[in-house]
């Protein structure tokens, strides 16, 4: 299932919100009925909560099925939250680059992160059970901005060329696709969750856009 909406008044699902294929976590001022919607779509649970007592979780969240990274700037009451209701381990990563969203690209079966996580990458491989590479795409270092995720598939930004492309296939053990959303913007973490079951995408997306973002991130 794929679904155009916005969240909080914004298009940029990716920045407010954060899904494996086990939760999504969003935040906090949805409506009870924009929640039970997102969690149709996503066929999981929804955790809402604010992340260092802001509403951009997707922003500080990364992650897969089998664990979550936070940023040490969580507060307490937050990761005590995501403690007792996820259905996940939470590691927290004591870096002052604390926009995890954007440094880490991950699925079930392998990951990618920014040079700036390099200190932190065997660490973060035990933690999410997967191989994890240190590499850049598309010219950007934020490689959790500019590519989106799932155990089917990856989309990338439109400048990835087919080296990283295929370096990303062999890492991720999906098959990989350029795409755009919210109409041409190659920034597609910020544009959209996703997992193997659903995705919610900003509603400024294109047919054509939502056509290639269902071929290749889910499960037919």
């Known amino acids: 299932m794929i679904e155009k909406m916005s969240l909080g008044g914004t298009p940029f699902i990716g920045i407010v919100a954060f899904s494996t294929e086990k939760v999504t976590i969003t935040r906090t001022d949805l409506s009870k009925s924009k929640v039970e919607k997102v969690a149709s779509v996503m066929g ?57 969203g ?62 990283k492309m295929e370096w990303l296939e062999e890492i991720l053990k999906v098959s990989v696709d350029h795409s755009t959303a ?8 910020g544009c959209m969750i996703a997992n193997s079951k659903g995705v919610v995408v900003g509603d400024f997306s294109t047919g054509p856009e939502l056509g290639r973002i269902d071929d290749v991130l889910m499960e037919v």
């Open 44 to 100: 999981t649970k929804v955790l809402q909560t604010s992340i260092a007592r802001t509403d951009l979780v997707g922003i500080f969240l990364a992650g897969n099925s089998k664990g979550i990274l936070v940023p040490n700037i969580i507060e307490k009451h937050e990761y005590d939250t995501m403690e007792s209701i996820l259905p996940c381990e939470i590691m927290e990563i004591p870096t002052k680059f604390t926009a995890l």
């Open 102 to 163: 954007n440094l880490v690209l991950a699925n079930d079966k392998g990951c990618v992160i920014s040079p700036e996580l390099s200190q932190f990458k065997e660490d973060i491989s035990s933690f999410l059970g997967v191989d994890v590479e240190e590499g850049i795409l598309a010219g950007f270092k934020n490689v959790g901005s500019v590519a989106v995720a799932t155990n089917k598939g990856c989309l990338v930004h439109p400048d990835t060329t087919p080296d």
């Open 182 to 189: 919210n109409k041409g913007v190659g920034y597609l973490g």
